[in-house]
């Protein structure tokens, strides 16, 4: 009788030290499988090296910053930085642009007030130019008036006078028919009724003359009465012996 581990050649052990071989037409149960290894869940995992984008700093670490400097390995910081200096930037402009308009709007307050008040110190000039030139012309009005009453009075004088002389013609020749006795030497009139020949607003006048033929030693005089009538507007005049 043969031994039956002496019939079985060096190839056959060493299938028979692995697992079990199925048997042909025998299912295999999915137990008998080899599953892959897998790592224990709390061993803990192998840091990745980290180079600093700052110092250069080369780190075994799992953390987000560098260890030596402490920046942040991920560049989204520095974005954030620069989005902030934008947002600063920005602001700044917005400040800026308010301040520039605020300065804009009070120089455009300051030059307005100024117009108005170089608007008012032209009107107030103007007004007293204005003012000025009616004092002016009412002065120049007032004397025109005043030369123009003067120039009437010295008229009216000028008329009076003809009188005199028109009755002392009249006086002498009187003398010369034997009327009257001579020598007539001069004649004056006097405005009767408190007239004058000053009053511009009177059209006629009235006056008492007389034709001197005799001097006292006194001063006085004695003559002839003659009255005389002065239209003033026509510049004629009438007179007869007597009162």
Same mark, same amino acid.
């Given at each position: ?94 400040? =800026? ?8 709007? +009070? ?8 117009? !108005? ?32 009453? !003067? ?9 009076? =006078? ?57 001063? +006085? ?23």
């Amino acid at each position: 009788m043969k031994n039956p581990s002496s019939d079985v050649s060096p190839d056959e052990l060493e299938q028979t030290d692995g697992p079990p071989m199925a048997n042909a037409g025998s299912p295999v149960s999915s137990d008998s499988q080899e599953q892959p290894a897998s790592a224990p869940a709390d061993e803990p995992l192998d840091p990745q090296a980290k180079v600093c984008r700052k110092c250069s700093v080369q780190t075994h670490t799992v953390g987000s910053f560098c260890p030596s400097c402490g920046t942040a390995y991920v560049a989204q910081r520095r974005f954030a930085k620069v989005k902030k200096r934008t947002v600063l930037i920005i602001a700044a402009v917005v400040v =800026a642009v308010i301040a520039g308009t605020g300065i804009t709007l +009070s120089i455009q307050h300051t030059n307005q007030v100024n117009a !108005d008040q170089a608007a008012a110190a032209a009107a107030a000039e103007a007004q007293t130019k204005r003012e000025a030139e009616a004092a002016r012309t009412a002065a120049e009005a007032t004397a025109a008036k005043e030369a123009a009453d !003067d120039a009437k009075r010295t008229e009216r004088k000028l008329i009076v =006078a003809e009188v005199e002389d028109s009755i002392l013609k009249d006086a002498k020749s009187r003398v010369t028919e034997g009327v009257l006795t001579g020598p007539i030497t001069r004649a004056s009139c006097t405005p009767l009724g408190g007239g004058s020949s000053d009053d511009l607003t009177a059209i006629t006048g009235t006056f008492e003359c007389i034709a001197v033929n005799k001097t006292e030693a006194d001063g +006085s005089s004695s003559g002839y009465r003659f009255s005389a009538t002065v239209n003033w507007n026509a510049g004629n005049y009438s007179w007869h012996l007597g009162s």
